[in-house]
DNA sequence: CTGAAAGCGCTTACAG
DNA sequence: CTGAAAGCGCTTACAG
């Protein structure tokens, strides 16, 4: 490998004039010798080597991505497409500002602080952490950080880069409700965070014209398939009275949707279903999923810059940036009372 | 942030003991000096600077994992959901071994050239290179290197770790066969690489009872969807006698399964249908698609593994190993002559 | 069994 | 405008 001293050598100058060149403190360099310098080094391909660069003062340009969801329906975080999307996109836009990318497994606290400390990264994009366990490890680490789609208990008390869930939901909402299904529910596995913003927005879509939409319209399901499965049996009445379901993930929604295929109910003829997310199979089914969809790519460019600016000493002012939705219309539900546009 | 000389004074030695320690060069230190070394490091949660380490002897301890694909169906790359289980499962691999992965858009050589250097890799897995692309980053790189599911024209001249194309094709065409489908067409998007052997596969098996599988049946289509669509339409026809298409890709499988249904076209009772890679939405469509499935994560600890040992000096015997590949049948196949299991 | 010292490849305040 | 020197946090041959 070569070296600075190398560069040196063959430019007849000293490393430091050399660094300097490399670093642009450029000021107090004569215009030859910087241009006899940068053509070595071009010609030479030289790249400094990190370890001397982080000992010496300069941060390390890595950036930390801390994916912590649990297997999400029993896949690899990774494999979801959202979160490949994401990190493939934060990866990108590093790359063309100079900064590396180390993927980190956030399970385990202990060894997000361990790699954080040892490597010095100079920020954390955390993924998948809710409010206490991102309380757990700034306690530890003392670090910039961003997290995607948390949800705190009270106020944001860190940077969290979200979607405007309430709005999705209120969509959603407001479409079904225009279709005439004003007694349309809402499903999610969960009441909290982003499922509550949602079924939020849902419901206030709902009560338009003074109407009333109940909590008992919400419905959560479980997080084990045969369970979910086994509730969507029971209330296949219900469900075919109301006529339509919004769940709060497309693959809930896919996976119902097929449930009652298999079953030989029409979608959306007899029931009109909407899910949430936009994921890649939205389209790849039949009828094609209408659903929420937010830009991924500029969740990641949000993220990062911001990132970026808090390591660079900036204070920001927002805690809670989100990136806004929209609605797309296909086929899962049948529009009674709207012309198809 | 605490360094190796302030455990060597709390500790009351020098830096070296506590190095020794650190390092398990253990064998003449004293088992007393040892213990309380090893209290404090524990207490105080030491852990080194890896810029230290880097600099002085030791391995970066970072695999990169380089990902080169261009954007498949328009697609980020790490989208895919094999490619995001591949990655995720290397970096859950690698952090229990004690190692780091650092991620590199491989779409420019030059930046993986300089990226792996710069922080002194100690080996690359690679994704989505063919051989002229391996070729080219070799020569301007000298680290271990181990290429994911990459055919070389000729001999493999670089360490592989790929799929038993030729076996998924022969099984595809077998059960196809076995079904009563023995003028099955094959469908992908380029005649080389795995759509090669796949075919190559499909064809033997097809080639049973001296029959002959001519050239003819394997239809190459454009990787523009418009095209590919246009095509399909054409060869309806061709397709509606044949009765059963064997496509080279999970994606385009399920593209066209849904262009057929779309055109009231029965799936699988007109036209039996297969895929390839059993992605994570071969399960959601409907008809749930009949494909061939790879372990993923055991091609991810193979790649690791044996990057691992290269790594360590050793020398690999085989230059290409391939991860087994199995049939599952779902329900795009019509079994004319067969009971379903 | 333990430690002083050299060295890894850089950067940067400082002297000239 | 340029360079000698100190220093970053570690490891490792070597001396004791």
């Known amino acids: 490998m070569i070296r600075l001293q190398d560069i040196a050598d063959m430019a007849g100058v000293s490393r430091t004039t050399v660094s300097n060149v490399i670093n642009g403190n450029t000021k107090r360099v004569s215009q030859e010798t910087i241009d006899k310098i940068t053509a070595i080094l071009k010609e030479q391909n030289y790249v400094p080597h990190m370890g001397s660069v982080m000992l010496s003062g300069h941060g390390s340009r890595i950036i930390g991505v801390v994916v912590g969801f649990n297997q999400a329906h029993g896949m690899q975080p990774l494999q979801d497409s959202f979160v490949g999307e994401l990190v493939g ?65 009270g106020e944001y008390f860190f940077q969290n880069v979200g979607v405007d869930d309430y709005s999705g939901g209120y969509q959603i909402g407001n479409y079904l409700y225009s279709c005439g299904y004003d007694k349309a529910l809402f499903i999610a596995e969960t009441d909290i965070d982003s499922d509550y913003s949602r079924w939020m927005g849902f419901k206030q879509a709902m009560e338009q014209d003074g109407k009333f939409c109940s909590r008992t319209r919400l419905v959560i399901v479980s997080y084990e398939k045969k369970k979910r499965l086994q509730k969507y049996s029971e209330l296949l009445p219900r469900f075919l009275e109301v006529k339509a379901l919004a769940f709060s993930s497309d693959y809930d929604a896919i996976e119902a949707m ?67 939705v929209h609605l797309v219309r296909r086929e899962s539900v049948k529009e009674k009372n709207r012309p198809l546009i």
Do not use: C
């Not at 979608?267 to 899910?275: E, M, R």
């Not at 089914?285 to 830009?295: A, G």
């Open 89 to 153: 996109t934060i990866q990108n836009e590093a790359e063309v500002k100079g900064y590396y990318i180390m993927l980190i497994g956030g399970e385990n606290i202990q060894h997000v602080v361990d790699i954080a400390s040892r490597w010095n990264v100079e920020g954390l994009i955390i993924l998948g952490y809710n409010d206490e366990k991102y309380r757990q490890l700034s306690r530890k680490l003392n670090k910039k950080m961003v997290l995607i789609d948390t949800y705190p208990a």
């Open 258 to 324: 097929n449930f009652f295929l298999d079953q030989g109910i029409k979608i959306p003829d007899q029931i009109s279903i909407t899910g949430y997310d936009d994921s890649i199979y939205a389209q790849m089914v039949r009828p094609k999923l209408t659903t929420v969809h937010q830009d991924v790519s500029q969740k990641a460019h949000l993220a990062l810059s911001r990132l970026l600016r808090m390591a660079a000493g900036e204070q920001l002012k927002e805690m809670n940036v989100k990136s806004p």
